[in-house]
């Protein structure tokens, strides 16, 4: 079984440009999630799909970040403009569904944002 | 929303015991985790248990669970190299979705 995929792994961009990462879940997991890690912190919550609808996008800073998961399965995150405070790892992660079983996430690699 | 504390270092010495500790707020979380994350990787569920047990084993792991003191821990016995990483404890709260630690960062030495 394939894991969740992101890409890009590392992106390095000066400050107000726009940056998109993409993430490919496991098969058949209806639900995802974008999580933030900076650095020395746990993952904290940016956004949580179940299908393609957005149940939980409070923590989601609507001014420059956006996302999307069109027809339920992969799924784009993009920062327009970023600023130099949104470096951070952008975690994905996968899972079958709430209250499916313990609620196991499985996470991808990450994609690593630097902006200069 | 659930508030997870957990101190930030651990060292020990290889083939020692490691125990990493973890407290959260949130009584109606129906499982706590721990997951582990290796340098330059995503998070790895290591192990959870169901909030009406007190104790899960499984191998090297040892999880114990204290309900009334709201207080998770992980012993990872015979702790060799391999498992230093980074341990996060996430509680589920009431929605299953997982909020986490700062992490624990586990050092082993040889």
Known sequence: EAGVVQSPRYKIIEKKQPVAFWCNPISGHNTLYWYLQNLGQGPELLIRYENEEAVDDSQLPKDRFSAERLKGVDSTLKIQPAELGDSAVYLC???????????????????RLTVL | GEDVEQSLFLSVREGDSSVIN????????????????????????LTYIFSNMDMKQDQRLTVLLNKKDKHLSLRIADTQTGDSAIYFCAGSGGSYIPTFGRGTSLIVHP
Do not use: I, N, V
Request: charged share 15%.
């Open chain 2, 22 to 45: 973890c407290t959260y707020t949130d009584s109606s979380s129906t499982y706590l985790y721990w997951y582990k994350q290796e340098p330059g990787a995503g998070l790895q569920l």
């Open chain 1, 93 to 111: 992660a996968s899972s079958r569904g709430q209250g499916a079983d313990t609620g196991e996430l499985f996470f991808g690699e990450g994609s």
